[in-house]
């Protein structure tokens, strides 16, 4: 079974990246008076921003099922 969380630098990086393309769109979507595209951005940064500040979780010991 392989981990679904990259390492923390990757995972930073990553949603810093995301931040600021999501940022310019929707700096775009208001210049443009795109109100429902703008909200749907306003969104999308703000879940970007929880995900840079999130914890990383702690491993968890994995348990071997067999399926029969």
């Known amino acids: 079974m392989i981990a ?3 390492p923390d630098d990757t ?3 990553t949603a810093a990246h995301m931040l600021q393309c999501l940022s310019l ?3 775009e979507a208001d ?4 109100p429902r595209t703008a909200l749907a951005l306003r969104k ?3 879940a970007c ?4 500040t999130r914890a990383t979780p702690q491993a968890r010991a994995r348990r071997h099922m067999v399926l029969h």
Request: net charge negative; hydrophobic share 40%.
């Open 4 to 6: 679904d969380d990259p």
């Open 11 to 13: 995972r930073h990086a």
């Open 25 to 27: 769109l929707l700096d």
């Open 31 to 34: 210049n443009l008076n795109l």
């Open 44 to 46: 999308a940064v703000r």
């Open 49 to 52: 921003r929880a995900e840079q």
